[in-house]
């Protein structure tokens, strides 16, 4: 095999995957293997795969039988597919060199080099148990104002419909000094806004309890970190949120006012059969609790339609839910049977089309409701995390602390500053408005 210059990756599925991709990539940049933009020019193929609904597994699946014909290539699959089809994929694909699974991240660079010596032996790691090493090992961001930071991997919940336990296994809290060294490291680089992630961040610490460190702790701590302006997270179990979690919000000057807190139904019944453990009415509880200690805190939520048997009453019970709670973001998916579940032992009985007029409805909802909110918005003053210029380079682009994006002209200069805009239009999903002044 001819030495490996280039590489090509892409990424399928979550904010998770999108670190781990991010993890692979400096391994191979540190062996000086080039990134390049398109598969043909590339000697080596990773592809970082998602298993959560059937649509994304379909899109590799059509991507691996288009590289029948690239023989010169190495081609390897990464991430959540490695862990749910596992060999079926190798006996499938004869021309797939390598299956890497999410525990397995750092062993990249030894599965390439044995492939390099022999490649025509198909390559399998996908162990079940956490790869340690992940802590210490500070992958290089893409973008260089924001950066996602793992501090919880794999999750206990067992959602009915849920595949991540399979493919991300148990929840292992991440050490919490590698999390604040990581910090302090993207700090000194000039990161100003970090993105705690995990499949549950409220769980952090709870498999650890000698660590005596929760979520809220550890917010506290990242807190204190000169140079970091804001901190996200997500996602957010309702089970399992706190007040303690909600007072750091409402008191950590850095801590942003969004929590990403998915309802999935509003049907106590359908809930029940999804494993959620809580009610509507404790979710709204919920809601409300969090309002009250943080008035101004935006909401998102994620909401499966057409779990099995779900009615037309269920239905209306999550549409009038929705209603109530006015959510500032919302991603809505048919429901989509896998593997192994508990819930793909029961007939997904609801037809595809009714699938798809739920989704429809709750989408025309949630438009109306941004509408109003972003009328509201008009004439308020937002501090804006300057990230980008926007796509057609006329403008520059952020995000409020609450979490809506924003459009106004200034000097690219501005990019990684903090500013104040006053808020005068919007579109599409989109606020605008000029830099104050006062
Ligand atoms: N850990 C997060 C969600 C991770 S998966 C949480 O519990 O909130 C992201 C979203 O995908 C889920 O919130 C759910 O809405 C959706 N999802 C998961 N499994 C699905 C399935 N089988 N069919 C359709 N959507 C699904
Ligand atoms: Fe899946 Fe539920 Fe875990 Fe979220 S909490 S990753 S939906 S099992
Ligand atoms: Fe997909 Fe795996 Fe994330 S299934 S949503 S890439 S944890």
């Known amino acids: 095999m001819k030495k490996l210059n280039t590489y090509y990756i892409r990424t399928y599925g979550c904010q998770m995957n999108e670190l781990d991709s991010e993890i692979l990539s400096t391994q191979l940049e540190n062996r000086d293997i080039k990134k390049v933009e398109k598969e043909d020019i590339a000697d080596l193929i990773i592809l970082n795969t998602c298993s959560i609904r059937d649509a994304a597994e379909q899109k590799v699946l059509g991507k691996l039988y288009e590289y029948k014909k690239s023989k010169d290539k190495i081609i390897g699959i990464c991430g959540c597919m490695a862990m749910s089809k596992k060999e079926e994929l190798l006996k499938k694909f004869k021309h797939l060199d390598f299956i890497l699974g999410t525990n397995n991240l750092l062993d990249l660079n030894n599965v390439l080099d044995d492939l390099i010596i022999k490649k025509n032996i198909q390559r399998k790691k996908i162990d079940t ?12 961001r893409v973008n260089k104002i924001k950066a996602s930071i793992s501090i919880i991997r794999g999750c206990n919940n067992y959602c009915s419909y849920c595949i991540v336990p399979q493919t991300r296994g148990k929840e292992v809290s991440r050490d919490y000094k590698s999390i ?5 490291h993207l700090a000194n680089l000039g990161y100003k806004e970090i993105t705690l992630l995990g499949q549950n961040v409220n769980s952090y610490g709870l498999d650890k309890p000698e660590w ?3 979520f809220s702790d550890l917010l506290y701590e990242l807190d204190k970190i000169e140079g970091i302006d804001r901190i996200r997270f997500m996602t957010s179990h309702p089970k399992d949120i706190t007040k303690e979690l909600m007072y750091a919000i409402r008191d950590l000057k850095k801590v942003c006012e969004f929590v990403h807190f998915p309802v999935q139904s509003g049907s106590d019944e359908i809930l029940k059969k999804m494993r959620r453990t809580y009610t509507s009415e404790y979710y709204l509880t919920q809601v409300n609790l969090l309002k009250s200690i943080v008035p101004n805190a935006t909401i998102g939520t994620d909401i499966i339609v057409g779990f099995p048997n ?4 269920d239905f209306n019970q999550t549409y009038k839910l929705f209603d109530k709670v006015s959510f500032d973001t919302a991603f809505i998916f048919a429901y989509s049977p896998r593997q192994k579940t508990y819930a793909a032992r029961l007939e997904d009985n609801v037809p595809n089309e009714i699938k798809q007029i739920r989704l429809k409805k709750l989408l ?3 438009h109306e409701t941004l509408k109003k909110k972003y009328q509201n918005l008009i004439g308020s003053k937002q501090e804006v995390l300057v990230e980008r210029h926007n796509k057609d380079g006329l403008f520059l682009k952020g995000r409020t602390r609450t979490f809506e994006k924003v459009i106004f002209k200034g000097d690219p200069k501005l990019i990684g500053s903090l500013q104040i805009i006053n808020i005068e239009d919007f579109s599409h999903q989109t606020l605008k ?4 002044l006062t």
């Not at 148990?129 to 290089?140: H, V």
């Not at 604040?180 to 302090?184: A, F, G, N």
């Open 129 to 140: 148990t956490y790869e340690k090493g992940l802590d210490n090992f500070f992958a290089k």
């Open 310 to 313: 779900e009615t037309d009453e």
């Open 364 to 366: 025309s909802l949630f």
């Open 212 to 214: 005596k460190i929760h």
């Open 180 to 184: 604040i060294k990581e910090t302090k």
């Open 433 to 436: 408005g000029h830099i104050s």
